[in-house]
């Protein structure tokens, strides 16, 4: 959530950073702006809205000709209303220190008491213009020390860049739980949020650690640790095309990023998966010995990657024959979890700077559990702080309601599912080999769903109106079902839910009425005749009803409105294969109500506050 950009080098940077944001937008944002060094010192434009709002001011000012140095911000609100006195940058009183500020500062209610006693004023509601009087506060000629100064104050997250009128020639960044990445190019040099935003750019780029500050110029960066010794970065060569991250002629995002699932799934199975089937999942310091000793797993993660642990549950829990259990990475810290060496906790995120997923990641580390984070951004924080990561490798993910993330993630935990079952030897080597290669044939299978759109987009024209929608599911169809749910509602902005259909006639039926729309999935095949039953059940009080179903059934379509069809596949294979018209209808929904699908309201790609 929130992007920072920054640049100093012999370029002019207002064009330079108005670019960059743009390629930020995708993390989500409410209001926009940019501080500038100039001949007359700090020169600062932002505006509530959007990146094409800035613009419009920047070619009505005069006074940023020729500026070379400056930072700039995408806000996404969290104290304090939208609008543009709350936008970032924040200037000092002073005129001596622009900040941007992506995380939360907790303690900025009493910072801000002590600074009025001092003689500090403040005009916004944030707590990100606490920062800029903190360190305007303690400057007294030393930037660095001002900043580090200001730091000890600070309670919460942050990624920090700074620019002090007195330097003109420098910004500084900080970050604490908050991801921050440098880039390097010649004559030039960068801060940002993310990648994409620099990447037409430079393609060097190192990742700010923890609570370190970085120093740069046009020539050189300097990095310093809490101590203030020098610290020297391995610089990571960005190899994926930066089409990668554009929309290639697709309408948005987020169908690219469908219909990139079938490449991003065999970019994730086949480098780990050997010719003889065995598996190489490249862990270094958990042992076959460690993982023959774990007695529970627990997933912890949020929003779609949590759900990724709820349907992977059940495929662990069935091979492993131990207690497993999802749990949302927000109330992980706060349970007082049971967890000890014996436990192995898995931590997914996209990102890998989630921040309450990093918080339960440092928990559970804190309590001895042996930890594998499953993230798609290499060198992020939860990778770096994990005992193992294991990388998606599925390419930059620019929409805000993930899909390909979800999809990689999945098959990637099952595939290390399939790894433990092979060496605790609860499947037989025939069986670990068939289920291997029913997720190599997923890919196909998900590509012969996306040869068919056209069935989906018709029942999306049938229903993009409606009020409410309901998911139903047994087992894993019930997991599968609130990841299905949560894409339409995020991008459409559709009330909509998932009950476990078993709970139907305990309560939730009550909300059936002539014309709900309910979305049965049906393909979990033991329990298939029950939910016929719970089709009835919502048809009898006048729901329609669109079913998932498997190419092979030929009951269910006889007691729905419509029907789509999953081709024959292992049961391992099938969530990866269901998710994908659910992904379909929530797109087409979205786009028929003319949402703006790739940046849905209040959302962001990336939560790094809790």
């Given at each position: 959530?929130?992007?920072?950009?920054g640049y100093?080098g012999?370029r002019?940077?207002?064009?330079?950073?108005l670019?960059?944001?743009?390629?930020?937008?995708?993390?989500?944002?409410?209001?926009?702006g940019?501080?500038l060094?100039?001949?007359a010192?700090?020169?600062i434009?932002?505006?509530r809205?959007?990146?094409a709002?800035?613009?419009?001011?920047?070619d009505?000012?005069?006074?940023?000709?020729?500026?070379?140095?400056?930072?700039?911000?995408t806000r996404?609100?969290?104290?304090?209303?939208?609008s543009?006195v709350?936008?970032?940058?924040?200037l000092?009183?002073?005129?001596?220190?622009?900040v941007?500020?992506?995380?939360?500062?907790?303690?900025?209610?009493?910072?801000?008491?002590h600074?009025?006693q001092?003689g500090?004023?403040f005009s916004?509601?944030?707590?990100?213009?606490v920062?800029s009087?903190l360190?305007?506060?303690?400057?007294?000629?030393?930037?660095?020390?001002?900043?580090r100064?200001a730091?000890?104050?600070l309670k919460g997250?942050?990624?920090?860049g700074i620019?002090?009128s007195?330097?003109p020639d420098q910004i500084?960044a900080?970050r604490?739980?908050?991801?921050l990445?440098?880039?390097l190019g010649e004559g030039e040099?960068?801060?940002?949020?993310?990648?994409?935003?620099i990447?037409k750019?430079?393609?060097?780029?190192?990742r700010?650690?923890?609570r370190e500050?970085?120093v740069?110029?046009?020539?050189?960066?300097?990095?310093?640790d809490?101590f203030?010794?020098r610290?020297?970065?391995p610089v990571d060569?960005?190899?994926?095309d930066?089409?990668?991250?554009e929309?290639g002629?697709y309408?948005h995002f987020?169908?690219?990023?469908?219909f990139?699932?079938?490449?991003?799934?065999?970019?994730?199975?086949?480098?780990?998966?050997?010719?003889d089937?065995?598996?190489?999942?490249?862990f270094k310091?958990?042992?076959?010995?460690?993982?023959?000793?774990?007695?529970?797993?627990k997933?912890t993660?949020?929003?779609s990657?949590?759900?990724?642990g709820?349907v992977?549950?059940?495929f662990?829990?069935?091979?492993?024959?131990?207690?497993?259990e999802?749990?949302?990475?927000?109330?992980?810290?706060?349970?007082?979890?049971?967890?000890?060496e014996?436990?192995?906790?898995?931590?997914v995120?996209?990102s890998g700077?989630?921040?309450?997923?990093?918080?339960?990641?440092r928990e559970?580390k804190?309590?001895?559990a042996r930890?594998?984070?499953?993230?798609?951004?290499l060198?992020s924080?939860?990778?770096?702080?994990?005992?193992?990561v294991?990388?998606?490798?599925?390419?930059?993910e620019i929409?805000?309601a993930?899909?390909?993330?979800?999809s990689?993630?999945l098959a990637?935990?099952?595939l290390?599912?399939?790894?433990?079952?092979?060496?605790r030897?609860?499947?037989?080597?025939?069986?670990?080999?068939?289920?291997?290669?029913a997720l190599?044939?997923?890919?196909?299978g998900?590509?012969?769903?996306?040869?068919?759109?056209k069935?989906?987009?018709y029942i999306?024209?049938?229903?993009f109106?409606?009020?409410?929608?309901?998911?139903i599911?047994?087992?894993?169809?019930?997991?599968?079902s609130?990841e299905?749910?949560l894409?339409?509602?995020e991008i459409?902005?559709?009330h909509s839910e998932?009950?476990?259909?078993?709970?139907l006639?305990?309560g939730?039926?009550?909300?059936i009425e002539?014309?709900?729309?309910?979305?049965?999935l049906?393909t979990?095949?033991?329990?298939?005749?029950?939910?016929?039953s719970?089709?009835?059940?919502?048809s009898?009080?006048?729901a329609?009803?669109?079913?998932v179903?498997?190419?092979s059934?030929?009951?269910t379509g006889?007691v729905?409105?419509?029907?789509?069809r999953?081709?024959?596949?292992a049961d391992?294979a099938l969530?990866?294969?269901?998710?994908?018209p659910?992904?379909?209808?929530?797109y087409?929904?979205a786009?028929?109500k003319g949402c703006d699908?790739?940046k849905?309201?209040?959302?962001?790609?990336?939560v790094?506050v809790?």
């Amino acid at each position: 959530m929130c992007g920072i950009v920054g640049y100093v080098g012999t370029r002019e940077a207002s064009e330079l950073l108005l670019e960059a944001l743009e390629k930020l937008e995708y993390r989500g944002y409410d209001s926009a702006g940019i501080a500038l060094i100039c001949d007359a010192g700090i020169v600062i434009h932002k505006t509530r809205g959007r990146i094409a709002d800035l613009r419009r001011i920047f070619d009505e000012a005069t006074d940023d000709d020729g500026c070379t140095v400056g930072i700039g911000h995408t806000r996404w609100a969290t104290h304090g209303e939208p609008s543009d006195v709350n936008s970032h940058p924040h200037l000092s009183k002073s005129k001596r220190v622009a900040v941007v500020h992506n995380g939360i500062i907790e303690n900025y209610i009493e910072l801000r008491r002590h600074l009025e006693q001092h003689g500090y004023t403040f005009s916004t509601e944030t707590d990100s213009e606490v920062v800029s009087e903190l360190i305007d506060y303690c400057y007294s000629g030393d930037p660095v020390a001002a900043v580090r100064k200001a730091e000890q104050q600070l309670k919460g997250s942050y990624a920090l860049g700074i620019l002090f009128s007195d330097f003109p020639d420098q910004i500084i960044a900080l970050r604490k739980d908050s991801p921050l990445i440098i880039g390097l190019g010649e004559g030039e040099n960068f801060i940002a949020s993310d990648i994409p935003a620099i990447l037409k750019h430079t393609r060097n780029v190192f990742r700010l650690g923890e609570r370190e500050l970085a120093v740069l110029t046009a020539q050189r960066v300097r990095v310093l640790d809490i101590f203030g010794n020098r610290v020297d970065h391995p610089v990571d060569h960005i190899d994926w095309d930066a089409a990668a991250a554009e929309k290639g002629g697709y309408p948005h995002f987020m169908i690219k990023e469908i219909f990139e699932q079938p490449e991003a799934i065999r970019k994730t199975l086949a480098p780990r998966i050997r010719e003889d089937l065995s598996i190489d999942l490249g862990f270094k310091r958990l042992t076959d010995e460690d993982l023959k000793g774990i007695e529970s797993i627990k997933i912890t993660a949020c929003g779609s990657a949590y759900h990724v642990g709820v349907v992977a549950k059940h495929f662990l829990q069935k091979n492993l024959r131990l207690p497993v259990e999802a749990v949302l990475a927000s109330e992980f810290r706060y349970e007082d979890p049971i967890v000890d060496e014996k436990t192995l906790v898995i931590i997914v995120s996209q990102s890998g700077e989630t921040l309450d997923t990093l918080y339960a990641l440092r928990e559970a580390k804190a309590r001895g559990a042996r930890t594998v984070s499953i993230v798609n951004v290499l060198a992020s924080s939860i990778a770096n702080e994990s005992e193992e990561v294991l990388y998606t490798w599925a390419g930059p993910e620019i929409a805000v309601a993930t899909t390909k993330a979800y999809s990689t993630q999945l098959a990637l935990i099952q595939l290390f599912g399939l790894h433990m079952a092979r060496i605790r030897g609860n499947l037989s080597e025939e069986e670990v080999k068939s289920q291997i290669t029913a997720l190599q044939k997923v890919p196909e299978g998900v590509e012969k769903l996306l040869e068919d759109v056209k069935s989906v987009q018709y029942i999306a024209s049938l229903y993009f109106n409606c009020q409410d929608v309901f998911f139903i599911g047994r087992n894993m169809d019930y997991a599968l079902s609130l990841e299905a749910s949560l894409k339409l509602k995020e991008i459409s902005y559709i009330h909509s839910e998932a009950y476990a259909a078993g709970e139907l006639k305990h309560g939730t039926i009550s909300l059936i009425e002539d014309g709900t729309l309910v979305i049965a999935l049906c393909t979990y095949r033991p329990l298939l005749e029950k939910m016929i039953s719970n089709i009835k059940e919502v048809s009898a009080r006048g729901a329609k009803v669109l079913a998932v179903i498997n190419e092979s059934d030929v009951q269910t379509g006889t007691v729905a409105d419509h029907i789509i069809r999953i081709p024959e596949c292992a049961d391992i294979a099938l969530p990866l294969l269901t998710i994908v018209p659910l992904q379909l209808f929530a797109y087409y929904i979205a786009s028929l109500k003319g949402c703006d699908i790739d940046k849905p309201r209040n959302l962001a790609k990336s939560v790094t506050v809790e």
